[in-house]
């Protein structure tokens, strides 16, 4: 682990974890916005809206860009899934068993003022309560059994993590507009289309604040650095990346971009070193030295840790210390059932070893 990987491992810890409610103010600002639109589409709107204004910070020393919140391992809520519980345990949070938050006694008088108010009887909570029959919610009510995992979003998806990187953004929202063209009526294609462009917007908002830092910074190697995330913010958000340090940024990008949308646990990350390595077989062939991408790694698994869930008090008891899901497969088998391991699972798991940070991340497949 370098000096560098072993200060940002600090900082996550360095301060009490909080409560943000940028995330859940923005989500509500939008939907007021769209009443009567359809669902998918509204949920669209509301995902670009926080692309487009929540606040966004490059920290100190970081290689890779992207944070879900200004500060680390902040928790977001989604009261848009259930906000009854949020209410109920608004003074809880700091004190509660499991996995506590910090949060001001201004942001709690905006939650039940604000938020509260306008997602009583809209939210999801509400759809699932107004499915189940008498029977049922008299079961609920008496422990009997539960309806589970509505405190937040769920996620339990793999995005197509080869698609988004050996085409790039532009090329798929190029794809988009031809649907859209083709089935103006349909509104999943309109949807996927704001959510593209609203990614592209985002990350030039990254490429832009890079820049502006850069040319306030006075220590050169750290100028530098800025100017590259810039560079490489600004080539993502049109092409396809061409090696290992631009895959991994599009990569962190989009994860946090999925984090944004529904605050949810379980986004696996799939076969990462089969999908990732012809990216560092790139920087190799350009020369790029190996430790500069070993540290990248590095990186990535400190953003892994940088995002945690704010669960109910009930859900954290099963869930306690912050597993997010964050499941990256190593090795494997081919598509003809010989080995899929190589040299990046091993870098994978030595990069993972020597950072040796609290939330698990990589599984390993079966060989055999």
Not at 90 to 97: E, G, I, K, S, V
Not at 132 to 158: L, P
Not at 204 to 229: K, N, V
């Amino acid at each position: 682990m370098t000096n560098r990987t072993q200060r940002l491992k600090a900082s996550l810890f360095a301060q009490p974890r909080e409560i943000s409610l940028e995330r859940a103010l923005l989500y509500t600002a939008s939907h007021r916005q769209t009443e009567g639109e359809p669902v998918i589409i509204r949920r669209a709107k509301a995902t670009a809206w926080i692309l487009d204004k929540v606040m966004i910070s490059i920290r100190e020393d970081e290689l890779i860009a992207g944070n879900r919140t200004v500060k680390p391992r902040a928790g977001i809520m989604s009261p848009e899934m259930d906000p009854y519980w949020l209410l109920n345990e608004l003074d809880a949070f700091p004190t509660r068993p499991q996995d506590r938050f910090a949060i001001s006694e201004e942001d709690k008088q905006i939650y039940r003022e604000t938020l509260y108010p306008y997602w009583e009887k809209r939210s999801m909570k509400d759809f699932i309560n107004g499915q189940m029959t008498e029977e049922v919610k008299a079961a609920v009510n008496t422990q009997i059994f539960s309806v589970n995992q509505t405190d937040k979003g769920q996620g339990h998806i793999i995005i197509d993590y080869p698609r988004l990187l050996n085409y790039g953004l532009g090329a798929l929202v190029s794809e988009l507009k031809t649907h859209c063209a083709r089935q103006p009526e349909n509104p999943f294609y309109q949807a996927v289309l704001i959510l593209l462009e609203a990614s592209q917007r985002h990350i030039l908002r990254y490429a832009a604040l890079a820049e502006e830092m850069a040319g306030h910074c006075q220590d050169p190697q750290r100028q530098q650095e800025l100017l590259t995330i810039a560079a490489i913010s600004r080539h993502n958000a049109q092409h396809r990346p061409t090696d290992f340090p631009q895959a991994c940024q599009l990569f962190w990008y989009m994860n946090i971009i999925l984090q944004y949308e529904s605050n949810a646990s379980s986004i696996s990350l799939g076969r990462f070193d089969q999908y990732m390595l012809p990216f560092y077989q790139a920087s190799l062939n350009q020369g790029q030295d190996p430790a500069y991408l070993k540290e990248l790694l590095e990186s990535l698994w400190v953003k892994c840790n940088d995002i945690v869930l704010l669960r109910s008090s009930s859900s954290a008891r099963y869930f306690a210390g912050f597993p997010t899901g964050y499941t990256a497969l190593l090795g494997g088998l081919t598509d003809t059932g010989r080995s899929a391991v190589n040299v990046l699972s091993f870098l994978c798991l030595d990069a993972y070893q020597t950072f040796s940070c609290r939330s698990r991340i990589w599984a390993c497949g079966s060989t055999s």
